[in-house]
């Protein structure tokens, strides 16, 4: 039994989402996790991971593990008891915390392919509200953007502890991706915001309000088929991204690079001070913009288009 999960991107909003202010995410569907269960002849749950080097059975991994938790969680929440001899394989082209989701698309697709074994169908719904449980053991205070559009594999306008909201694309529009290669310490970068936060709220909430703005000006420029004008908001929203502290040398490298191979606009995407970058780009340039990318000490680049 197989079950998939796309990676994703987060276009506007990253750190402010926590702060319940919303933002725009949209999946990757160049890169997917995919899980496939079967029935095994050895005795127990055995996790077959090759991407992370894991290869065990569940009782001896700690229960904190991510994968173990999510499994674990998964089958007492479907009720399946006595534990079942499976061989659950996990494979993913999703770079690992590169900031494209690979832990919630491992746990979207874990789950999904649980209850499709176990023939216990989830909605959506349920399976977005039992991965962010999960999400919370290992990533602090999540604001659960990453889980939902990962599970809906749909454009979000995103407001934490709201009702989930979509919306459409007016006109489709071209962003680069460039990894800096650097794991992104999220839980580090989220929990070092907070602090900041902490010692002076209304600097840091006037910064949130800023980048709220920016976002729902995104959502209107996208949905009336105006990407063009997303250029300079995301140039904007990384001005706010750098006063959060959360930039780096080589994500500021790899932006200006971008905007100097005649991107549009360009912003660190995700937890930052490590994992990715986007780029806005016509879709003639994007292929330049990728090359100056890889030129300016970026890993990978995947070109995707929105829409
Ligand atoms: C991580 O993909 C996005 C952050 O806003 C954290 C979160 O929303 O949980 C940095």
Same mark, same amino acid.
């Given at each position: 039994m197989k079950a998939s999960a796309p990676g994703k991107i987060i276009l506007f909003g990253e750190h402010a989402v926590v702060y319940s202010r919303p933002a725009l995410a949209v999946p990757v569907n160049q890169v997917k996790v995919e899980v496939d269960i079967s029935d095994s002849a050895q005795p127990g749950i055995w996790i077959h991971a090759p991407i992370i080097g894991l290869q065990a *059975? #569940? =009782?001896? %991994? @700690? &229960?904190?593990h991510p994968i173990a938790s999510v499994i674990l969680w998964a089958m007492q929440h479907l009720g399946i008891f006595p534990r079942p001899n499976i061989s659950i394989t996990i494979e993913s082209t999703i770079p690992v915390a &590169? $900031? #494209? $989701?690979s832990g919630a698309a491992v746990s979207v697709a874990l789950v999904r392919a649980l209850s499709s074994f176990f023939s216990h169908p989830l909605k959506n719904q349920q399976i977005n509200d039992l991965v962010y449980e999960t999400e919370k053991l290992y990533h $602090? =205070? @999540?604001? $659960?953007i990453d889980n939902t559009v990962i599970t809906y594999n749909m454009p979000v306008f995103y407001l934490k502890d709201k009702p989930i909201e979509t919306f459409k694309v007016g006109k489709p529009f071209t962003i680069v991706i460039g990894d800096t290669g650097i794991p992104a310490p999220t839980k580090e970068s989220v929990g070092d915001v907070r602090r900041l936060w902490l010692r002076d709220p209304n600097r840091f909430e006037s910064i949130f309000n800023e980048v709220a703005q920016i976002s729902t000006m995104a959502r209107h420029f996208i949905e009336s088929g105006? @990407? *063009? %004008?997303l250029g300079e908001l995301m140039d904007q929203n990384h001005e706010f991204l750098q006063e959060l502290t959360v930039s780096s040398p080589e994500l500021d490298a790899l932006v200006l690079a971008a905007r100097q191979a005649g991107a549009q606009g360009a912003k660190l995407s995700g937890g930052g001070r490590g994992g990715n970058m986007i780029a806005l780009v016509d879709s003639a340039s994007a292929e330049s913009v990728a090359q100056a990318l890889l030129s300016a000490g970026a890993k990978r680049t995947i070109i995707t288009e929105i829409k």
């Open positions: *059975e #569940l =009782t001896t %991994l @700690p &229960s904190n &590169s $900031g #494209l $989701g $602090g =205070t @999540p604001s $659960g105006r @990407p *063009e %004008l």
